[in-house]
């Protein structure tokens, strides 16, 4: 299931019981083998296609990532229809109400339109909120293991890649616009999730109130006080995310995209015949899509 899967139920010792028929995909403890090969297979994977994003002909790389947009998409809609299922349904986990459950659809519209709120948002997104789930782990799985521990990774390791090679393989870079759209967009969904907690008693995000055992968030005091400390964490974090995006483009003056500029365009990226430009400073031009 998203994020973190469902708990199956503990024998004495406190290992979940059913899982130990399952195999050891059925349950993926954090830097266990299974976590450490996904790490691995993830740093990998973003070398490779940084460097083929950058050195590919652009045309082709434009070509994959659509393809790759579209097969994630449709993906997406498979997975979030798979949690209504009776096999599958759990009010703690089906609601697509997590981070990474929005950030689902969010890559692959990036990767297919370029949009450059969809961008800027994967952007914070996928290497933060998203990152929880890839550096600490603690899933269990309890339908069909192969299946649900393919989905974790698809998920969580495209919302890391996504913006990897939107960012540092195309050069698209998020601008002091986007990083306030993200935040917005970060506090909405936030709104979303808690109302949903209170009609359903879920408590997705832990933004109802604070995890059962122990969890990092111990770290930043009670709820709801962790609230207020994640949200300037994220604030603070986000800046330096993208202060230095900013620093490279002052001598550089590379265009903006889209009509609120959250996103600089790479160089060599060229204004289409359905696209207009107008002049918003001395060495800068606003892209707009129609």
């Known amino acids: 299931m998203p994020e973190n899967g469902p708990l199956q139920p503990a024998r004495a010792d406190g290992i979940p019981g059913p899982l130990l028929a399952e195999g050891p995909l059925g349950h993926v403890p954090a830097y266990g083998t299974a976590h450490l090969s996904m790490l691995a297979l993830l740093v990998v994977a973003a070398v490779l296609l940084v460097r083929w994003a950058r050195r590919a002909e652009r045309a082709q790389v434009e070509r994959a990532l659509r393809i790759a947009g579209w097969v994630l998409l449709a993906n997406s809609v498979f997975w979030t229809a798979w949690g209504f299922m009776p096999w599958a349904w759990n009010l703690e986990e089906s609601l697509p ?3 990474s459950d929005a950030l689902r659809f969010i890559v692959p ?4 339109t370029r949009a450059p709120w969809a961008i800027v948002v994967s952007w914070y997104w996928g290497l933060t909120l998203n990152m929880q789930s890839v550096l600490t782990p603690d899933v269990n799985y309890f339908v069909w293991v192969p299946l649900e521990f393919v989905e974790y990774w698809i998920a969580h390791l495209s919302g890391v890649l996504g913006p990897v090679v939107l960012v540092w393989g195309l050069r698209f870079r998020p601008t002091w616009r986007g990083y306030g759209l993200a935040y917005a967009a970060t506090v909405m969904w936030a709104m979303i999730a808690f109302t949903g907690n209170a009609l359903t008693g879920a408590n997705y995000g832990y933004l109802n ?11 930043l005091g009670p709820w709801p006080q962790y609230l207020l400390v994640e949200a300037v964490l994220i604030a603070v974090v986000w800046a330096l995310m993208t202060l230095p995006w900013r620093l490279l483009d ?11 500029s959250l996103v600089r365009g790479p160089q060599d990226a060229q204004p289409s015949s359905s696209t207009s430009a107008s002049r918003s400073g001395p060495s800068e031009s ?3 899509r129609r």
Do not use: E, K
């Open 109 to 112: 519209i990036a990767l297919i």
């Open 250 to 260: 002052r001598p550089v003056g590379a265009p903006a995209r889209g009509r609120s």
């Open 286 to 288: 606003v892209i707009t």
């Open 97 to 99: 109400l997590h981070y």
């Open 209 to 219: 109130r604070a995890p059962d055992g122990a969890s990092i968030l111990d770290l």
